[in-house]
């Protein structure tokens, strides 16, 4: 039964997870699978369908293809997002770390008064003893953005030299 019973004995109910890889299931078909997953050098990684061993097996089939690929379809289009993904996307993300710490920074979209709506860089580095990153953060105004451009246009050509000499290493780049 998919009760999510907590290690401190509270019963927390069904979550939306258990529920939706109940409706995807294909043993409710039927089908009982094997293979769907194998340990490479102590790595847990996914078995490409082709691979996996799938035979009809004996028990109750609950559902008719039909109605599997209805249930699919559906789940395809209602996607369980975390809702803040939603919300929006920050074209920085990942490519800003913080000055003082060298952690990635978040984003965060706020509003006032003065400035309206408005993003902010911020750093929420936590040291191992337990202090935080001294960095609170930075609104990226114009200013920031004007700079950020002039910096993506005016490639340094020292950069771009060294890019050309050792061009393998700088693949990412």
């Not at 004995?9 to 109940?22: A, D, E, M, P, Y």
């Not at 082709?50 to 035979?55: G, L, S, T, W």
């Amino acid at each position: 039964m998919p009760y999510n019973i907590k290690p401190d004995g509270k019963n927390k109910g069904w979550s939306n997870i258990k529920v939706q890889r109940l409706l995807a299931s294909e043993i409710h078909l039927g089908y009982i699978s094997y293979g769907k997953t194998r340990s490479k050098r102590g790595q847990v990684e996914l078995v490409p369908e082709e691979e996996r061993i799938k035979v009809m097996g004996t028990h109750e089939k609950l559902k008719t293809p039909e109605e599997h690929e209805a249930i699919m379809e559906r789940l395809l289009n209602k996607r369980m997002l975390n809702p803040n993904w939603r919300k929006s996307i920050f074209p920085l993300s990942g490519l800003l770390y913080c000055e003082k710490c060298g952690s990635r920074m978040r984003f965060r979209v706020g509003e006032n008064k003065k400035q309206g709506q408005h993003w902010s860089a911020l750093c929420y580095h936590q040291y191992k003893d337990g202090s935080k990153c001294e960095q609170r953060g930075k609104v990226m105004d114009a200013d920031f953005f004007n700079v950020l451009y002039d910096r993506i246009i005016h490639v340094d050509p020292n950069i771009l030299r060294e890019i050309e000499m050792h061009g393998s290493r700088y693949n990412d780049t």
